[in-house]
């Protein structure tokens, strides 16, 4: 932890029994900006407690990449720009997913991108580079995760079918009882494993999405939680960060909008499943948005950089364990804590 001490865990509340962790890619203080004077409403102020964390990766770089933030939130740990799930000397890290596997809990990865891109493969595979997309689904097919549902079906398949792939690794998976769909109205309730693969790549944008972020993150949601351990799931939309790094407002504007209706979905069950944590935030900030003063005209939307920044992002956080993110905070506390709440130590 960084500035601003929290009380020692010890002092904490007891832990959740089930985890729900919501990622919007890219989503600094300029995208929440954005969402709160450009949208209808502003989800994220319903949540309990609010924090700061910095992104910086282990390097003297001061800026983050997808890969290194996410290894750091899923691990505990900070590692190198690009690397997945390994430590700054390229050796594998155990993530909260995997110890949520050890422990028996139900086990979910949700996205709006590839399945094997960035952020889902930090949380499941370990990889020395972020761009080993064959390497991370081979991991990822092998996980043993309860539910997959995302975009990247050709990091799954043969090349001779458009993939990546020496074999269909999809056909291995649904030899081994794995129920592979092409639609969510496929699932029935409590079925898994499952895997759901909607296009070769990125899903499409908002509102052509289908299905949409808030119907995945839900099905999921309804599959995981009858297990008596609880479960542990991301959810991330992709899209904050890839329309930011193009400097598009109305795109990002969007799928603003959508996290409105994912936020609004989850905190609907938490109220209702109150051993349940959501915690929402992102790996880092794309674009440098920010509303510039034109003295007594409305202000001016402007994009600084097609980049990613160093700046700090916030962190939400309603349920049991929720005080602990109340804080500045770096990174590398949301794993531990994470961890220390799947573990129970």
């Not at 960084?2 to 904490?12: E, F, H, W």
């Not at 609010?50 to 899923?74: E, Q």
């Not at 929402?280 to 920010?290: R, S």
């Not at 005080?323 to 709440?341: C, M, P, Q, R, S």
């Amino acid at each position: 932890m960084v500035s601003g001490q929290r009380p020692a865990a010890d002092d904490l509340p007891v832990g959740p029994k089930s985890i729900i962790l919501i990622i919007a890619d890219g989503m600094g203080i300029g995208q929440h900006t954005m969402a709160y004077y450009y949208t209808d409403r502003y989800a994220p102020a319903a949540f309990d407690h609010v924090g700061l964390m910095t992104t910086h990766p282990a390097d003297s770089l001061k800026v983050t990449d997808s890969g290194a933030a996410a290894t750091a939130m899923a691990t505990g740990y900070k590692t190198y720009y690009h690397a997945i799930g390994v430590d700054e000397n390229k050796r594998p890290l155990k993530t909260v997913l995997e110890y949520a596997l050890e422990k028996g809990m139900a086990t979910g990865l949700i996205t709006t991108t590839w399945i094997t891109d960035a952020t889902p493969a930090a949380f499941a595979t370990h990889s020395v580079t972020r761009d080993n997309h064959k390497e991370i689904a081979r991991q990822m097919s092998a996980a043993g995760i309860d539910v997959l549902l995302g975009g990247g079906r050709q990091s799954f398949i043969a090349k001779e079918q458009g993939g990546i792939q020496d074999i269909n690794l999809l056909d291995v998976m649904a030899s081994q009882g794995v129920q592979i769909i092409s639609s969510l109205d496929e699932i029935t309730a409590h079925d898994r494993p499952v895997v759901g693969l909607f296009a070769m790549g990125d899903l499409p944008d908002a509102p052509q999405r289908t299905p949409t972020l808030t119907q995945m993150a839900l099905k999921a949601i309804d599959i995981l939680d009858d297990d008596p351990d609880g479960f542990f799931i991301m959810i991330e939309e992709e899209m904050t960060d890839s329309r930011s790094h193009e400097n598009k407002f109305e795109a990002t504007r969007v799928h603003l909008v959508i996290l409105n209706d994912l936020i609004e979905a989850v905190l609907a069950y938490q109220s209702n499943n109150p051993q349940v944590l959501v915690l929402f935030i992102a790996d880092h900030e794309t674009g440098g948005w920010f509303l510039e003063e034109k003295g007594d005209r409305p202000g001016k939307p402007r994009w600084t950089t097609r980049g990613h920044t160093g700046n700090l992002v916030p962190i939400f956080a309603s349920g049991p364990g929720s005080e602990a993110f109340d804080a500045v905070v770096d990174n590398t506390f949301i794993g531990k804590k994470l961890i220390e709440y799947v573990t129970g130590r």
